[in-house]
């Protein structure tokens, strides 16, 4: 066999192996934020459910924004971006390297926690998130409604159980007024 040969038989497994690594760059690119870096909801679930079948206290959170619409409306989409990213950071800060957080879609967050004990607390995050932001000169006010779930206090320890506990937590804290935890 010549060297032509064995160099044209090893071209198309060349293209495969490039166009693998294009695949998976997009799968992963596609299970993140562009704007926060955060997952997006198909990205974290499989993490997130994991984490719940392996830590007995892991803690389901959900975040929405209060009023996010105004500050767009107000101020601009790029400071209502500035807002979304703010928000991601600070969850992310609170979950450490005990969790992972997600961006849901438009003002919707979720994290989960391995072990609260490892955060500094629910009040501590609702303070976090309530904290002003700055765009363009302009200090937004931020406020977040926040729910949660403890494994524990499930019948059956699943995500989406989680998940629909912790909404309804968060919709009892909107429920409540303006920077409230439930």
């Known amino acids: 066999m010549d060297t ?29 934020d ?12 499989a993490r997130a459910e994991h984490l719940m079948s392996r830590h007995a206290n892991a803690l389901v959170v959900l975040v929405d924004l209060d009023d996010f619409k105004a500050v767009n409306d107000t101020h601009g989409h ?35 926690v391995a072990d609260p004990a490892h955060t500094a607390g629910l009040p501590a995050l609702q303070v976090a998130l309530d904290q002003p932001v700055t765009h363009s000169g302009h200090t937004l006010r931020v406020s977040a409604s926040v729910g949660h779930c403890h494994r524990r206090h499930l019948p059956l320890p699943i995500l989406t ?22």
Not at 89 to 110: K, P, Q, Y
């Open 34 to 45: 562009p704007l926060t870096g955060l997952h997006t909801r198909a990205g974290w679930t």
């Open 78 to 112: 790029a400071a209502g971006d500035t807002v979304l990213a703010a928000t991601a950071d600070r969850l992310t800060a609170w979950c450490g390297r005990h969790g992972i957080a997600a961006r849901l879609g438009g003002d919707e967050f979720a994290a989960i």
């Open 4 to 32: 032509y040969t064995i160099a044209a038989a090893g071209l198309p497994a060349l293209g495969w192996a490039f166009h693998g690594s294009l695949l998976v760059r997009r799968l992963s690119t596609a299970r993140r």
């Open 161 to 182: 159980d989680a998940l629909s506990a912790a909404d309804m937590s968060m919709y009892a804290a909107k429920g409540h007024g303006r920077r409230n935890t439930r």
